[in-house]
């Protein structure tokens, strides 16, 4: 955000509040939320290192991660020497943050509790935070007219000086390439293709000045628009370069976060206190819905849609939120969009790169009581600094932590999905031993002889199998009865793929009531979960009769 550019009040005042934050680093009390089946918030007390991960963090998940109503919940934070802003979680359930101010990346280790701090050599804050499949960390600049990406296996920069502040980040998975929202007088949307080291830029004006952006799964890119009378939500079409903008009904809102999961529903925050809304547009009708937050004048920064509700983060009231829409009334407004050619620029920018050491230091861990407030289908909860300032937010799904930052008290919390029996307090005491490389095809079993089933709903073969810290480029990965290609494998009834107790894929060879055999597919995404950890296979009987199973092998093809 550079100096006379802004051009409404209310988003003056919340640069100003990031461009000149003075963080304290005084040892408040702190805390992290937990979540439970019925929709309420668990605690009770602090268990054994060994409990920290929920037998029914999946269960949980699929309900749509609610947290419980009881009171005295807790909050665990991890104190860390910068003021982070933004976050994500890599494969191995370890947290990577970048700071707005101090110029800095850093990683906070769940199996040590320390913090690694990469510091960026050159003037500049950090604002979006993303991570690639070979695991670098992608990054836009405030103040320092560049776009990055940080390795981690060699502690090094590489920079494309792109002139303004860049915002919203995303990468799109497809194709490796590399989209920002950029603030200020160049064109809003840019595209970086690493491998050309191609730019494309969209002028998004009359509507300029963009912060975020998020893919749709139509290739839409969405983004928020805050110039002074005409803010609203937009979207781009890469392919025709057509823009449609949705101005929003209430002046100066200041649409920040945007989350395009489907191609109908976008959701998206404004920040500003006379809207003080999760907002979500309904494509197929224009319709915008408004859901204004009770605390006035709260700030809701970022949000996370898990299952159907809506978690975000309330930046000047110093609390986590959660929205369940169907609980509650909108305001609705009916939209008229705007649709124009949106002016298309290309460049070549060469990169520069530089190594930088890491500085490492232990976090500090604490908790502390959160008070809770329920209205009309939104739940807050208060941190226990009204100051805190929370920021992003991430979701382990894995783990079903969900991790939010804290700005102005050098904090990264992390929010629990427990059973409602059993509550753990997480503390850095994961220890990941050393496992020599594993490498594909992954024996999982031999030959099972069909036989009368013990039981209905017997499990009736268990296997642990270490999967690679590193998976393959590309490609897919299949259970197969044969080591070396896709073959029809088959077991009579179901086989489960589980994590510390956690089902996290199941496939039914049985659904038509008789034993089928197939091709079963394990998601990329599940693999990137479950890369480097230790994994249960059961095969389970469902219908009763007779079980049994065809030689299984885990296999990646390209």
Known sequence: ??????????????????????????????????????????VETQKEASQIDSDRTQALLDRGLPIADTDGMTVTEYVVPVSPINLLVSQGGDVWFCSFGNSAIGKLEIATGQVLLYIRPSAGDFWGLKQDSEGNLWYTTVNADAVGRFEPSTNTFVEWAIPETHFGLELDPAT???????HGEAPGIHRLSPASNHVTAWSTRPYADTYDLDIAPDGDVWFTVQPAGKQGLGR?????????????PIFNSCPFRVIAETDNSIWFTEFAAVANSIAQLVLSTNTLNEFRVPTPGSNPWSLLRVGDKIWFTEYAAGSIGRLDPALTSPT????????????????????????????????????APVTKTETAGFTEFALSSAHSKPLGMALDPVHGYLWFTESATHRIGRLVVADPMSYTVLLPLIVHNYVPPVTFPLHIGDTIPMRPVAYQGEVFYTQSVQFPHELPVGGHFYFSSEPDGVAEALVDDALVVL?????????DFSTSGIPVPAIVELPRATMEQLAGRTVTIEYRDVYGEVVGASSMWLIWTP
């Open 1 to 42: 955000m550079r100096s006379g550019k802004l051009g409404i009040v209310v988003v003056t005042v919340f640069a100003l509040a990031f461009l000149g934050l003075t963080l304290s680093s005084a040892q408040e009390p702190v805390v992290p939320v937990q979540f439970s089946e019925d929709g309420s918030i668990v």
């Open 176 to 182: 490796g390439d590399v989209w920002f929202a950029t």
């Open 236 to 248: 781009l079409d890469p392919t025709t370069d057509q823009i449609t903008i949705w101005v929003m």
């Open 499 to 507: 994590v510390d107790g956690v089902e996290v894929f199941t496939y």
């Open 332 to 367: 609705i407004t009916v939209l008229s969009p705007v649709t124009f050619a949106g002016t298309r620029t290309e460049n070549v920018i060469v990169p520069s790169s530089y190594v930088v050491a890491a500085g490492t230091t232990p976090s500090i861990i604490v908790t």
